[in-house]
T-cell receptor, first 112, second 117 residues
Framework: TQLLEQSPQFLSIQEGENLTVYCNSS?????LQWYRQEPGEGPVLLVT?????EVKKLKRLTFQFGDARKDSSLHITAAQPGDTGLYLC????????????FGAGTQVVVTP | SAVISQKPSRDICQRGTSLTIQCQVD?????MFWYRQQPGQSLTLIAT?????????ESGFVIDKFPISRPNLTFSTLTVSNMSPEDSSIYLC??????????????FGSGTRLTVV
């Protein structure tokens, strides 16, 4: 089992501040995905990164995949209350064919 | 991407009983995945369900406890058998978003919040 360590576990910030969530592993992933989950709902896919060094932007969210494809980060600029949620990273190991390994999640709370 | 309807959304069950959770997908999919999310924790894969064959279970999960059906390419059920309070969790089904899609990943149902008393 490839472990994904996600940090921090909890983040509480004021509206307008920036934040970064990290996802690290000692193993290589063929792809890494970021999800956001709100109470009473299933996780919703935000982005998938597959190439080492890749950077993807989704409005105020910036996702990076490490060069060695072992780690990733999610950076939110000028956070808004609507960004509140549980952020999960999930990695697909090579030859895992569909099986995802999830990180423990980061609970983000953005207060007005 | 596919839309998943999962039911029930929540239930409170007596210990020793069983609950069957249903997932309906609005398109045909090869594999469906069942996850468990215990309170305050992340998602753990229970099993992978393919149509026409037995489900493949992950370490720590067995068919007698979590029997799965996959009668066709749009539907699957997960049964939580002989429940105990430790089975209280959110159970989620998931399907793969088409690999040719730039945002390849997975779509999840809204989950079934199970409380065993």
């Amino acid at each position: 089992t490839q472990l994904l360590e996600q940090s921090p576990q909890f983040l509480s910030i004021q509206e307008g501040e920036n934040l970064t969530v990290y996802c690290n592993s000692s193993s290589v992933f063929s792809s890494l995905q970021w999800y956001r989950q709100e109470p009473g709902e299933g996780p919703v896919l935000l982005v998938t990164v597959v190439t080492g060094g890749e950077v993807k932007k989704l409005k105020r969210l910036t996702f990076q995949f490490g060069d060695a494809r072992k780690d990733s980060s999610l950076h939110i600029t000028a956070a808004q209350p609507g960004d509140t949620g549980l952020y999960l990273c999930a990695g697909a190991a090579p030859d895992s064919w569909g099986k995802l390994q999830f990180g423990a999640g980061t609970q983000v709370v953005v207060t007005p | 991407s596919a839309v998943i309807s999962q039911k029930p959304s929540r239930d409170i069950c007596q210990r020793g009983t069983s609950l069957t959770i249903q997932c309906q997908v609005d398109s045909q999919v090869t594999m469906m995945f069942w996850y468990r999310q215990q309170p305050g924790q992340s998602l753990t894969l229970i099993a992978t369900a393919n149509q026409g064959s037995e489900a493949t279970y992950e370490s720590g999960f067995v068919i007698d406890k979590f029997p799965i059906s996959r009668p066709n390419l749009t539907f699957s059920t997960l049964t939580v058998s002989n429940m105990s309070p430790e089975d209280s969790s959110i159970y989620l089904c998931s399907v793969e978003i088409y690999r040719g899609n730039p945002n390849y990943g997975y779509t999840f149902g809204s989950g079934t919040r199970l409380t065993v008393v």
